[in-house]
């Protein structure tokens, strides 16, 4: 289920001005604990990402690798997938260049949970490609100016210590006309399924996760994490102030995820 782009402005809680996981007092603690976090469920995250979500987190990439299959085409582009995990989304745009038949960019996986990365390396192993993980601070990244055509994040974007400073960041990477597409869960304000879903992400979720990857905090986090986070709405605007142009998003799954594009 596709959302007209920029439907509705409900009102919406004050969000967070970055991620604040249980017992983290400022940035820094955020970082720490959302790495050593993701860290600990790493094995079984790929499993239960699918699992939970019925294998819809699949469609979702694919979704967002058709956006930019022009990008995915030119030999020479660069693409950076930020908070990439265990690089599902980078191995997205992999196979959309390869289902196109072009001389692909060069992809670029950042992580800074090394368990994770270990992952997304061992994976890209079996399939050889143009991929480069690398391990990566998305509020500090060891890249120069204007180097990117592409800059995404999926799913990790929430789980920054400041959303402003990786909005900057993100901007500062981004050559002229380069696109930046951020996928993240948002909580469904209407619909006839959207008390359903409230009611799975925040009581069976949790549950489900938790026992099975082994950490109930983690798996805890994550509706906590979606809640305070701002609404398509608020983080629409937050992108604009932060200098980007032709900011749109649409929301999909009958507004589970929302999907943010723009261009420098």
Same mark, same amino acid.
């Given at each position: 289920?596709?959302?007209?782009?920029? =439907?509705?402005?409900?009102?919406?809680?004050?969000?967070?001005?970055?991620?604040?996981?249980?017992?983290?007092?400022? =940035?820094?603690? @955020?970082?720490?604990? &959302?790495?050593?976090?993701?860290?600990?469920?790493?094995?079984?995250?790929?499993?239960?990402?699918?699992?939970?979500?019925?294998?819809?987190?699949?469609?979702?990439?694919?979704?967002?690798?058709?956006?930019?299959? #022009?990008?995915?085409?030119?030999?020479? #582009?660069? &693409?950076?997938? %930020?908070?990439?995990? $265990?690089?599902? %989304?980078?191995?997205?745009?992999?196979? =959309?260049?390869?289902?196109?038949?072009? @001389?692909? !960019?060069?992809?670029?996986?950042?992580?800074?949970?090394?368990?994770?990365?270990?992952?997304?390396?061992?994976?890209?192993?079996? &399939? !050889?490609?143009?991929?480069? /993980?690398?391990?990566?601070?998305?509020? #500090?990244?060891?890249?120069?100016?204007?180097? *990117?055509?592409?800059?995404?994040?999926?799913?990790?974007?929430?789980?920054?210590?400041?959303?402003?400073?990786?909005?900057?960041?993100?901007?500062?990477?981004?050559?002229?006309?380069?696109?930046? @597409?951020?996928?993240?869960?948002?909580?469904?304000?209407?619909? !006839?399924?959207?008390?359903? /879903?409230? *009611?799975?992400?925040?009581?069976?979720?949790?549950?489900?996760?938790?026992?099975?990857?082994?950490?109930?905090?983690?798996?805890?986090?994550?509706?906590?994490?979606?809640?305070?986070?701002?609404? !398509?709405?608020?983080?629409?605007?937050?992108?604009?102030?932060?200098?980007?142009?032709?900011?749109?998003?649409?929301?999909? $799954?009958?507004?589970?995820? #929302?999907?943010? $594009?723009?261009?420098?």
């Amino acid at each position: 289920m596709v959302r007209a782009i920029g =439907e509705s402005r409900a009102p919406h809680r004050n969000p967070l001005p970055g991620t604040r996981p249980e017992g983290s007092r400022d =940035e820094r603690e @955020a970082g720490l604990r &959302v790495r050593e976090m993701f860290g600990c469920i790493a094995p079984r995250y790929d499993f239960l990402n699918h699992f939970l979500s019925a294998s819809f987190d699949k469609l979702w990439r694919k979704r967002t690798a058709r956006r930019f299959s #022009a990008i995915l085409q030119n030999p020479d #582009a660069r &693409v950076l997938d %930020l908070c990439c995990g $265990t690089g599902d %989304l980078v191995f997205a745009f992999a196979a =959309e260049n390869r289902k196109i038949r072009a @001389a692909g !960019p060069q992809l670029i996986g950042a992580d800074f949970a090394l368990p994770m990365l270990k992952l997304a390396r061992q994976k890209n192993a079996a &399939v !050889p490609s143009k991929i480069t /993980f690398l391990a990566a601070d998305a509020l #500090a990244l060891p890249f120069p100016d204007v180097s *990117f055509d592409l800059i995404s994040a999926a799913f990790g974007f929430r789980n920054l210590a400041s959303y402003q400073s990786g909005l900057r960041e993100m901007l500062r990477l981004l050559r002229p006309g380069g696109a930046l @597409a951020i996928l993240e869960f948002c909580e469904p304000k209407s619909g !006839p399924l959207a008390a359903l /879903f409230r *009611f799975y992400f925040t009581r069976i979720l949790p549950v489900l996760g938790g026992a099975i990857s082994g950490n109930k905090e983690a798996y805890s986090y994550l509706p906590g994490s979606v809640e305070k986070f701002p609404s !398509p709405e608020i983080l629409k605007d937050w992108m604009e102030q932060a200098g980007f142009r032709d900011v749109k998003y649409e929301c999909w $799954t009958f507004g589970a995820v #929302a999907l943010h $594009t723009a261009t420098r």
